[in-house]
Each structure stands twice: as C-alpha cells, then as structure tokens.
C-alpha cells in the first residue's frame, strides 16, 4: 500500500532554515509527480510546490517562491523541502503528496509534519 | 493567487442532501476543468473524493457528486451520514503547473 511519511518539522526561529523529508513506499516512486502541501494551525490547505516525477521541472506557490525548494532523491524514494528565511506565517502542518493526472490533483497524502516558525 | 471562495460552515440532518460552492475567477476555476475536492476529517490527513470535476477515486460513495457552472464548482453530498461530518475543500489548476485550494467548509450532520 501507499505510504508517505514525513519528518523533520520542529521549531525554528525566524530567519532561519529547515529541510523536511518525505519517505515514500508501496509504489514506483520515480513515476510520480510530488508535491507539498502546508496547513497553518486551524487553518486551510496551501498548495506549496511539485516536482515533476524525474526532478526536470518545479513549480512553486508565490508565497515559497525564492525561498523554498522541492527536490527529490530517487535512488532513496525521499522527496524533500527545503526551507529557508523561514517566517512566522510558514508555521503549519506539511503535507507531502503524490501527484494524480499530472500537477492537477492529489491522491496520496502522508500524516504530515508541524513546522513551528518562533523565537 | 488567491484563494477560492467557499462558505465557512454548511449543516444537514441524516438523510438530507447539502451542496458546497466554490467560487474563482477566470484564471482559475472559470478556466479549466481540473477541480477537485477534498474531505479532512480532524486530524487526519485530506482524502480526494472528486477530480476532473465530476469524477469519483475508486471506494468513494456514489453520494459524493460534482458539478461546474462558469467560475462555480459545487459539490453535493445526499444521504448525508454522520461519517460525513467533515472539512472540505475545494482545489483548481491555475495555470503553470500550479494549484489553488478553497478557504475549506465545515460540514456539520446535525
């Protein structure tokens, strides 16, 4: 079966960088657009960023762009993010998620992993 | 991009049906037929119940339906069941390989 997990959230002062991973199992990895998605606390979904299943294109969120960058790591099946300048309103849950029908939907989503952005 | 527009709350006894709506723009939702919804139970990760505007995952009930109208996307639950008690949310291609989520709807099986 499908599965994602992610891990490396925690507390991080502002300003600073973190780089999140997503462990990737049950399928063929390499044939799979990723992407990641955030929920701030009590708040909505945010489309963050994709990468294309061989790492050739990403795509970003405004919110991200020039600060955050998607990657992956096939010969591992571990998609990352990584994060940087990091401010108190990229505290949320991140989702990682395999892409479905080429960056339009989500299938797969991991339980996600809390990012907390605070001096 | 900003996000859709969807109602902050909708309610509906056992049995009823309730619809949710999803309001973007032309560069969005009025643009392409690539929307989607997806139903978050409290802390647990959002499930994909529609895709392609009308499509329903293998394993998601028939109850589950949706439909587009100019920059409106809806969609509609009958037979509502307590199991459906539930956050949603809507989702649209915007262009350039990116994506746009709604605000989210609380549904709540009274």
């Known amino acids: 079966q499908v599965q994602l997990v992610e891990s490396g959230g925690g507390v991080v002062q502002p300003g600073r960088s973190l780089r999140l991973s997503c462990a990737a199992s049950g399928f063929t990895f390499r044939n799979y657009g990723m992407h990641w998605v955030r929920q701030a606390p009590g708040k909505g979904l945010e489309w963050v960023a994709v990468i294309w299943y061989d790492g050739s294109d990403k795509s970003y969120a405004a919110s991200v762009k020039g600060r955050f960058t998607i990657s992956r790591d096939n010969s591992k099946n571990t998609l990352y993010l990584q994060m940087s300048t990091l401010r108190a309103e990229d505290t949320a849950v991140y989702y990682c998620?395999?892409?479905?029908?080429?960056?339009?939907?989500?299938?797969?989503w991991g339980q996600g992993t809390l990012v907390t952005v605070s001096s | 991009q900003s996000a859709l527009t969807q109602p902050r709350s909708v309610s509906g006894s056992p049995g009823q049906s309730v619809a949710i709506s999803c309001t973007g723009t032309?560069?969005?939702?009025?643009?392409?037929?690539?929307v989607s919804w997806y139903q978050q139970h409290p802390g647990k990760a959002p499930k994909l119940i529609i895709y392609?505007?009308?499509k329903r995952p293998s394993g998601v009930p028939a109850r589950f339906s949706g439909s587009k109208s100019g920059k409106t996307a809806s969609l509609s639950i009958s037979g509502l069941q307590a199991e459906d008690e539930a956050d949603y949310y809507c989702c649209s291609y915007a262009g350039s390989y990116t994506l746009v989520f709604g605000g989210g709807t609380k549904l709540t099986v009274l």
């Open positions: 032309s560069s969005d939702v009025g643009s392409y037929n690539y």
């Open positions: 998620a395999r892409d479905f029908e080429s960056v339009r939907y989500f299938d797969y």
């Open positions: 392609d505007v009308t």
